[in-house]
Every structure is written in C-alpha cells, then in structure tokens.
C-alpha cells in the first residue's frame, strides 16, 4: 500500500506516451546517453523478459543476443533518460515471466506472434508515420513560403561564397 502523499508525486513523475506492451513482445527502447558534452541515443531492442509494475517505479527486463551471448538490461520505464519505446513485434506466451530463456540457444529461444495484436500494432505505425510525414511536409512548405532555406542549400551557398572569396 502506497501513501497518498507518495502516490501524488509519482503521479507527476509517470509518462503518459508509453505504448502497451506485454511480457514476449519484441520492443526498441532510445535511451539518452551523455557522450561528452553531447546528448545522444542509444537503441538497445530485444524480447520483454520481464515486467515489475509498481507506479513510476514500473520497470522492463530486455534480453537480446550479442554476438552469441545474451545481454540483459532493466529500463525504468518513466526514467527521463527513456526518449521512446517502440513496439516492433507482438510475442503470445504463457508464462509472466520468461527467465527460461536464459539457458536455451538458437530456435529454442523463439517466440510465437501474436497475429491479433500485431496487425494493431503495425496499424499505429503505419497512421504514426503517416501523422510524421505530413507534419514534415507542412514544416518544409512553411519555411519555403518564408523564403527560408535548407541547411544543405545554405553550406552549399556558404562554400561557393568562401571558394569565390578566394579567387580574389
């Protein structure tokens, strides 16, 4: 039982664009790593091994093979180093929990699809997308009736001025 002192600052803490997945789905998690002074992503994507829900403490277990052996990491769901996770497969298993697949190598580690849930899922993607592709098209369409340019069009203007100022 949690506080309702607690439960009131979690709930300012909780994400609301997580999608839902379950145990056995294959998901993408973009992590953001501080590389320098720089902020990057980072993918790692694997099989749901594991979910602990609690709030936002929520938690995921991802398991995914590297060259030959498995690598296991827990993500804090609502972490603000989480930028996105991303269904990419949905899994039907029978077990909440898939520890098993630790000890077991090569087709003994594949998952069934799951054909409802899959066709949903490549729905959102597709309207997802689409929603992306629209939103940049108007975004290009705006800066060009301001008579703004692309970044690769103004390097290029730049690179032929400084070449021009050279020759004299």
Do not use: C, W
Request: charged content about 35%; aromatic content about 2%; overall charge positive.
């Amino acid at each position: 039982m949690i506080s309702p002192l607690m439960q009131l600052i979690e709930t300012g803490t909780v994400k609301n664009d997580i999608p839902t997945f379950q145990v056995g789905d294959r998901i993408e998690v973009h992590q953001k790593i501080l590389d320098g002074a720089k902020e990057r992503v980072q993918v790692f994507e694997g099989d749901v091994i594991g979910l602990n829900h609690g709030g936002a403490r929520e938690s995921v277990t991802v398991r995914r093979l590297v060259q030959g052996e498995g690598v296991e990491r827990i993500f804090p769901i609502h972490s603000p180093r989480i930028a996105k996770i991303v269904v990419i497969k949905a899994g039907l298993v029978r077990r909440a929990k898939l520890y098993y697949l630790r000890d077991r190598v090569g087709k003994a580690t594949k998952i069934r699809d799951d054909v409802k849930r899959q066709a949903k899922i490549d729905q959102d993607l597709k309207v997802a997308a689409e929603v992306a592709a629209k939103a940049a098209r108007e975004a290009a369409e705006a800066q060009k009736a301001t008579g703004g340019e692309s970044k690769s069009a103004a390097k290029k203007r730049a690179r032929k001025e400084a070449e021009a100022a050279k020759k004299k």
